[in-house]
């Protein structure tokens, strides 16, 4: 298959792109600029050196008329400005915008093909839901929360919706990828590893989570699947607290677990960000399971332990 990824540099698109490539597909990634030397290629690896090669294209030369006659089976829309920064007014803005841009110009590229795609995978978030202690959230739950997140993400997907007409699409809601190169996790490791881990705040808050190689498995099965379309909860069917979630990261790793982080010292050093870690939501992946996606590592425990094994 030929496959577009737009935000492919990022964490997960790095990972979908190493693992189509090995399976013979032919990627493009939609970047800003072609880096001087491509990430993903590991001459010492059997598996990288047998992998198609992967290419680039730039936001420029997407508005050149010649890019209409390119043949594309899928489009993935990942791009967007990371969370992970603190959240003043600029960053906010640039959080949305980024996002917005990305979906508009991709979808105004897509729509311009004289051969359309068959699926696009629209990435967006569980934080659509809002966060809650209490109630647990699957595909069929009405977003009501106005906080920031909130509003990012039903803004984002309005834009997909609109952008993507008469085009199979799948609203990716991801919740924390776990894996080694990127996300939040090796951030929320690094205290435990350190011997100084903890719970955050009050420590009973949702952690809705995803292997890295389970999502990677999860977009894939939404591609090569036609029946599956709309929204997809990317997050494993066991969801834990976050003192369940620092309790089995300190016991695989065979370190205490003794140190909380008060929220107000959370909120004192991210600011707004801090809700990242401080509230969350119980969130079920009941689509994908309907459908039939097996997860490979539905337990955190395993999870982290065959993330333990790679690091």
């Not at 699947?225 to 969801?239: C, D, F, T």
Request: aromatic share 8%; glycine share 8%.
């Amino acid at each position: 298959m030929k496959i577009i990824i737009s935000g492919g540099t990022g964490f997960i698109g790095r990972a979908l792109s190493s693992y189509w490539r090995q399976q013979g597909h032919e990627i493009t990634i939609i970047t800003r600029g072609k880096p001087k030397q491509d990430s993903s290629s590991h001459p010492n690896n059997e598996a990288h050196r047998q992998a198609t090669p992967l290419a680039y294209l730039t936001w420029e030369q997407l508005q050149n008329p010649s890019s209409r006659e390119m043949e594309v089976d899928a489009v993935v829309n990942l791009a967007g400005a990371t969370l992970n920064q603190r959240w003043t007014g600029k960053a906010k803005n640039r959080i949305l915008a980024s996002r917005l841009q990305a979906t508009d110009l991709t979808a105004k590229w897509v729509q311009s093909l004289n051969s359309k795609p068959q699926v696009v995978i629209q990435g967006s978030a569980v934080g659509i839901y809002g966060t809650s202690l209490t109630e647990t959230f699957d595909e069929a739950s009405q977003p009501k929360a106005n906080d920031f997140l909130a509003s990012v993400t039903r803004q984002w997907e309005a834009a997909a919706n609109e952008g993507f007409q008469g085009i199979r699409l799948v609203k990716l809601r991801t919740g924390v990828v776990l894996g080694n190169t990127g996300g939040a996790y090796p951030l929320m490791r690094l205290p435990i590893l350190l011997g100084a881990g903890g719970k955050i705040g009050a420590g009973n808050q949702w952690v809705p989570w995803i292997h890295i190689n389970d999502i990677v498995a999860l977009i894939d099965f939404c591609i090569m699947h036609p029946e599956v379309e709309g929204i997809i909860n990317a997050v494993s069917p066991n969801p834990v607290t976050n003192d369940d979630f620092g309790r089995i990261v300190s016991r695989v790793h065979r370190r205490p677990y003794w140190f909380p982080l008060p929220a107000f010292m959370l909120r004192a050093m991210l600011g707004e960000m801090s809700a990242l870690l401080l509230a969350g939501q119980r969130v079920m992946p009941q689509a994908a399971l309907q459908y039939g996606f097996c997860f490979r590592l539905p337990e955190l425990e395993s999870a982290v332990a065959d993330l333990k094994k790679r690091h």
